[in-house]
């Protein structure tokens, strides 16, 4: 699911979207500035016919900066992202008005009850990235302290959000990594990235 991916793969590769940025205009903090920097290093790189292999290392507080000061167009209704990591693990947390998630798409089923309104959400996943694949599986999805069944979960992403943002978004996610990306490995508080 494309929530649950950005929440999650935004640091992990320091996603799709973080290689394209959307400049806000105003003055940005220090970690911001840094973050901008390292990821225009890393779509340059990859674009390069003979990329540099040398480790990029992003840290916590500058991908962090990166979402809240406008260095990605979040999807509408996401706001207040906070992705922090350990080795093998993403936890990302999040406030999401579903209502703006999910707009202009009927709610038939009452699995969906749970998606309605606006919520704060905490996503826990295990994340690995070799090879330049990338690979993703939510643990767990807890939605204002309570967790939700997977099956809800699996059913509001075949119904709302792979139409919306396709196929290979999901709770298990396997996907081709970016810009040239061959690995990135989760520590704590910080990703190491690797071009090949």
């Given amino acids: 699911m494309k929530l649950f991916r950005l929440i999650v793969i935004a640091l992990l590769t320091s996603g799709t979207l973080l290689l394209t940025p959307s400049f806000a205009q105003y003055a940005h903090s220090a970690a911001f500035v840094s973050a901008e920097r390292k990821f225009r290093w890393l779509g340059d790189n990859g674009r390069s016919e003979h990329p540099s292999s040398q480790p990029t290392v992003v840290t916590s507080e500058e991908w962090?900066?990166?979402?809240?000061?406008?260095?990605?167009?979040?999807p509408e209704g996401l706001s207040n992202i906070r992705i922090s990591?350990?080795?093998a693990l993403a936890h990302g947390e999040a406030d999401v008005d579903f209502d703006r998630l999910t707009a202009n798409r009927v709610r038939s089923n009452p699995l969906l009850a749970l998606f309605f309104g606006k919520h704060h959400i905490s996503v826990t996943a295990q994340v690995a990235a070799v090879h330049g694949t990338g690979a993703v599986r939510v643990e767990s999805f807890i939605l204002d302290g309570v967790e939700v069944p997977r099956i809800a979960l699996e059913y509001f992403a075949d119904r709302f959000l792979r139409p919306k943002y396709g196929n290979e978004v999901g709770l298990d996610s396997t996907f081709?990594?970016?810009?040239?990306?061959?690995?990135?490995?989760l520590g704590t508080g910080?990703?190491?990235?690797?071009q090949r």
Avoid: F
């Fill in 64 to 74: 962090n900066a990166y979402l809240k000061e406008g260095g990605v167009k979040l």
């Fill in 85 to 87: 990591c350990q080795p």
């Fill in 176 to 185: 081709h990594l970016p810009a040239r990306i061959d690995s990135a490995i």
């Fill in 190 to 194: 910080q990703v190491t990235i690797t």
